[in-house]
């Protein structure tokens, strides 16, 4: 594993590193998803380099890139004036939707396009190399010391909210954007679209909510990307997932936890203050929210409801008591061939990607039987989820008289309770 994840976590710290302080000038300024839009653009440059002809690692593409990212950063630079007929936020979706439009349409006429899409999105983070890795740091590491050069009209435009539109601010903001798209165009070659707005947001967005000072806040994006890239990459070599995907949704869960956690303080704070009392609008949205689960589960019972599914994972015996008893045997039968099948799958994946990596040998032949093996078996095993969704949905339609009605009931009951009390 570490031998594996050493390489990617080191080029998930370079991404930190720079990421992160760009995030706090996003966020001061108010364009959120400027990122975004210019990581599209650099990636509509490497289509366009592709369709050239330009294998995607090639000195060439990444021209094609950075000169379509600092086109759209200098657009951006220019748009950025005070009381300007349209929102530069509008701009920007603008440019990203266009973009992404003309990608699908470059990529279309490319060889192996959607392969190029997905590589774009989630990027190839988990085959880098050191000296990858070693040229975004020195490349980033010069970025960071020319904006530590000119922090103090930058940090300006930035916190001061200078948007007059004059010419000392347009060439501060060419210079800004600039360096903007320089750093995005290296970043999305390596890490992909979403991981690399994952790192400039996230980060940034939890110290903001959190902490206060530019220090302070920078100090925390880095320790927040450092742990949050760590984690992520652990889950993804764990489950074998896919490992950008995996590291963004990392990246998701964090900033959720922290949302939770500061509401929570918040809830304390005013219980602390105004007693239970403080707790009501809470509690009747959460009789509405039983309330309506309740009424989905009474008049579509077939839909799919998170919330049982999760409480029979936890106590099976909620399912169990709406089915006949030869249909808990079936259940119970199923459920333990389920369970055969999966570990088997699993020894034979693991045997699989040992042989893919080269920890281990197999001749031709042993490697075609080890694939019809997986292919038969996961035909059983879909077959076994088939039969327990069926006694699912016979459990629904009886569920739906005996937990679906009385939750919308005493959930709507619940809420007109509280509703009332409040007045």
């Not at 439009?101 to 050191?130: C, F, H, W, Y």
Request: net charge positive.
């Amino acid at each position: 594993m570490i031998d594996l994840l050493a390489l990617p976590f080191l080029a998930c710290l370079v991404l930190t590193g720079i990421h992160a302080y760009l995030g706090l000038h996003v966020l001061a300024r108010g364009v959120i998803f400027v990122d975004l839009a210019l990581a599209q653009v650099a990636a509509l440059g490497l289509t366009v380099a592709l369709l050239a002809g330009h294998p995607p690692a090639s000195g060439a593409a990444y021209g094609y890139a950075l000169a379509f990212a600092i086109a759209g950063g200098l657009l951006f630079a220019v748009t950025r004036v005070r009381r300007a007929p349209i929102p530069q936020e509008a701009i920007i979706g603008i440019v990203y939707a266009v973009s992404a439009a003309l990608t699908v349409l470059v990529v279309d006429r490319a060889p192996q396009g959607a392969e190029r899409i997905k590589q774009l999105l989630v990027g190839s983070i988990l085959t880098v190399t050191g000296g990858d890795v070693a040229t975004l740091a020195a490349l980033y590491a010069a970025v960071g010391v020319a904006h530590w050069l000119a922090r103090g009209p930058l940090l300006a435009i930035s916190l001061g909210g200078d948007q007059t539109g004059g010419r000392r601010v347009l060439v501060w903001d060419a210079l800004f954007y600039a360096s903007f798209a320089l750093v995005v165009t290296s970043s999305v070659q390596l890490a992909g679209v979403l991981l690399v707005f994952a790192y400039l947001v996230v980060p940034a967005a939890i110290a903001v909510l959190l902490v206060r000072g530019v220090g302070a806040r920078l100090a925390l994006g880095w320790l927040v990307g450092a742990v949050v890239s760590a984690a992520g990459l652990a889950a993804s070599y764990a489950w074998d997932l896919p490992t950008g995907a995996t590291v963004v949704a990392a990246f998701g869960v964090a900033l959720a936890s922290a949302a939770a956690a500061l509401g929570a303080r918040a809830s304390v704070i005013a219980v602390r203050a105004h007693g239970l009392a403080a707790l009501r609008p809470a509690a009747m949205a959460l009789a509405g929210l039983v309330s309506l689960m309740g009424l989905a589960l009474a008049l579509f019972p077939a839909l799919d409801h998170l919330w049982l599914d999760a409480l029979e994972r936890v106590a099976p015996e909620v399912q169990e008591a709406f089915l006949t008893p030869s249909e808990r045997a079936v259940r119970r039968e199923t459920l333990e061939s389920l369970a055969r099948g999966e570990a088997q799958l699993r020894e034979t994946r693991a045997l699989q990607q040992d042989v893919q990596w080269g920890t281990r040998t197999l001749d031709a032949e042993r490697q075609e039987r080890l694939r019809q093996f997986l292919a038969g078996r996961g035909e059983l095993t879909a077959g076994d989820r088939l039969v327990l969704r069926t006694l699912r949905s016979k459990a629904r339609e009886r569920q739906r008289y005996w937990i679906g009605v009385p939750l919308a009931l005493a959930g709507a009951g619940g809420a007109l309770v509280l509703a009332r009390r409040r007045r």
